[in-house]
């Protein structure tokens, strides 16, 4: 069965750091792009930062300059480390990713992990 796990959340004070991370498992042939999205309650969810399988990268405005995203294509894990946090950047981050099962005849799916909340101290 192929999933997201994520880790890395808690709570931290402003000006801290996190870094999340996310392992897609499960009989994958291929990840193609991953990314951080972010939910506050009665928001929608918006996208943090996307990267592609060669690395080109996006990041929303609000966090460029503060949050770095990066993978390692061998273990198929997406990273998001966040640095001088403020307190809006508090949500439930979700990992989300594109990726081709195996014997999926190169078709990609998109993939959603469970979130992990962060939480931002004023």
């Known amino acids: 069965q192929v999933q997201l796990v994520e880790s890395g959340g808690g709570l931290v004070q402003a000006g801290g750091s996190l870094e999340l991370s996310c392992a897609a498992s499960?009989?994958?042939?291929?990840?193609?792009?991953m990314g951080w999205y972010r939910q506050t309650p009665g928001k929608q969810r918006e996208l943090v930062a996307t990267i592609t399988s060669g690395g080109n990268t996006n990041y929303r405005d609000s966090v460029k300059g503060r949050f770095t995203i990066s993978r390692d294509n061998a273990k198929k894990i997406v990273y998001l480390q966040m640095n001088s946090l403020k307190p809006e950047d508090t949500a439930v981050y979700y990992c989300?990713?594109?990726?081709?099962?195996?014997?999926?005849?190169?078709?990609?799916?998109?993939?959603w992990g469970q979130g992990t909340q962060v939480t931002v101290s004023s």
């Open positions: 989300n990713a594109d990726l081709v099962p195996l014997g999926g005849r190169n078709t990609q799916y998109n993939y």
């Open positions: 499960g009989s994958i042939f291929k990840a193609n792009t």
